[in-house]
């Protein structure tokens, strides 16, 4: 029994596909317990590896999803959310997450917007989904997309969120 959750059904895009890389992967931090599941690659996720590695982090799987958990855990940020910030701000690539704590949910999408995330409501609960037919599937309604570069909160007094990073400016060449 609970308020809050998260599941993950996605197959290992990145390390290896065993029971440990399983998600959610759950810490235990200074700002509490956490819970995080991800969809998508970090592109930087050897290199933050090594240099976590470097200065003392154990990890217990090969998945680019622990180099968050140990960046939110090592951080020194006062808050958990500035904390997440503080991770989000140093990864690299395209992904969806979702963080669980004992209070609320935390929803983030890469700033390209790359992997999709939407918010979706089922009565008086609010969803988080990586696609709009996880709603579909259990009634929920769409509410809005998760838009790049957002990260949300969501706890017992509603949704709130902010712009952690803006859309970088690319050049293509054909």
Known sequence: KGRLAIGHVRYSTAGDTSLRNAQPLLANTS??????????????????????????SIFQTTSDTECILHLV???KAKTLREAILEALRQVEGSYSLVFCTKR????????????????????????????????????????????????A?????????????VRPQTAFCS
Do not use: W
């Open 104 to 151: 609320e949910l935390i929803a983030a999408r890469d700033p390209y917007g790359v992997r999709p995330l939407v918010l979706g409501k089922l009565g008086n609960a609010v969803m988080v989904a990586s696609e709009t037919c996880a709603l579909d599937l259990v009634g929920a309604k769409f509410v809005r997309e998760i838009q790049p570069g957002e990260l």
């Open 73 to 75: 855990a090592r951080s």
């Open 31 to 56: 700002h509490g317990v956490l819970a995080l599941a991800h969809n998508g690659n970090l592109t930087n996720a050897l290199t933050l590896r090594k240099q976590l590695e470097g200065s003392g």
């Open 153 to 165: 909160y969501i706890n017992g007094s509603g949704i709130r969120s902010t712009q952690f990073a």
